[in-house]
């Protein structure tokens, strides 16, 4: 499975970004999904995830602001980020988990935040 993420970018306090993960290969639908991102000196983060059954958890930090959602049929997961912070502001990245030994990532995508 190859991961490949966009839609980052920079933008204001206040907008938003949606990012997308383009999967390829077979069994999409298999997968948990999840993006997770990863600000300059310090630890790559879980921000939200989403089963298969379409179950989703967000980090307290992004709740209410940030949305995830997948579309099986297009092998797509996306990231709908509102109401951005400076705060927001890392390398976002997509995870494909189908369990503990198959677990895939893309290479990132950067989302800067300007105050």
């Known amino acids: 499975v190859q991961l490949v993420e966009s839609g980052g970018g920079w933008v204001q306090a206040g907008g938003y970004l949606r990012l997308s993960c383009e999967a390829s290969?077979?069994?999409?639908?298999?997968?948990?999904m999840g993006w997770y991102r990863q600000a300059p000196g310090k630890d790559r983060e879980v921000v939200a995830t989403?089963?298969?059954?379409?179950?989703?958890n967000y980090a307290d930090s992004v709740k209410g602001r940030f949305t995830i959602s997948r579309e099986n049929a297009e092998n797509t997961a996306y990231l709908q980020m509102n109401s951005l912070k400076p705060e927001d502001t890392a390398v976002y990245y997509c995870?494909?988990?189908?369990?503990?030994?198959?677990?895939?990532w893309g290479q990132g995508t950067q989302v800067t935040v300007s105050s």
């Open positions: 995870n494909a988990r189908f369990n503990s030994i198959l677990n895939f």
């Open positions: 290969g077979s069994g999409f639908r298999l997968a948990t």
């Open positions: 989403i089963t298969t059954g379409g179950g989703t």
